[in-house]
């Protein structure tokens, strides 16, 4: 069974930092381009981040340019998304997504985990 699964969301003070994980399990997407997503409550998901298969381009949003940075290791299946001076705006739930595509989209894709919450919250 194909498994994207999320880790490292939290509570967070303004200002701070977070560094989600999404680690894959089932298959390699070691080939595949890969995405972070964003959902909040009564707002449409939107694409935060992508990176391509070999880690050489990378897509940002512009509400997180200049603070989020996308990474992966291919060897450990696992990308990460670094979140830093976080805003109360960034609270959503965060999703993991692997494309079917190796080049950088930010559409194509078809796998999905479940989330991880990030609150921006004093």
């Known amino acids: 069974q194909v498994q994207l699964v999320e880790s ?5 003070q303004p200002g701070g930092s977070l560094t989600l994980s999404c680690a894959a399990s089932g298959r390699t997407f070691a080939s595949n381009c890969m995405g972070w997503f964003r959902q909040a409550p009564g707002k ?7 990176i391509n298969w070999s880690g ?3 897509y940002y949003t512009d509400s997180v340019k ?3 940075t996308i ?3 291919n060897a450990k299946d696992t990308v990460y998304l670094h979140m830093n001076s976080l805003k ?5 739930r965060y999703y993991c997504a ?3 595509l190796r080049s950088l989209t930010t559409t194509r894709y078809n796998y999905w985990g479940q ?3 990030v609150t921006v919250s004093s």
């Not at 490292?8 to 967070?12: C, I, K, R, T, Y």
């Not at 109360?88 to 959503?92: F, G, S, V």
């Open 8 to 12: 490292g969301g939290g509570l967070v």
């Open 71 to 73: 990474s992966r290791d």
């Open 98 to 100: 692997a494309s079917y």
């Open 44 to 50: 449409e998901r939107e694409i935060v981040a992508a």
């Open 66 to 68: 200049g603070r989020f």
């Open 88 to 92: 109360p705006e960034d609270t959503a």
């Open 56 to 58: 050489g381009s990378t």
């Open 115 to 117: 989330g991880t919450q």
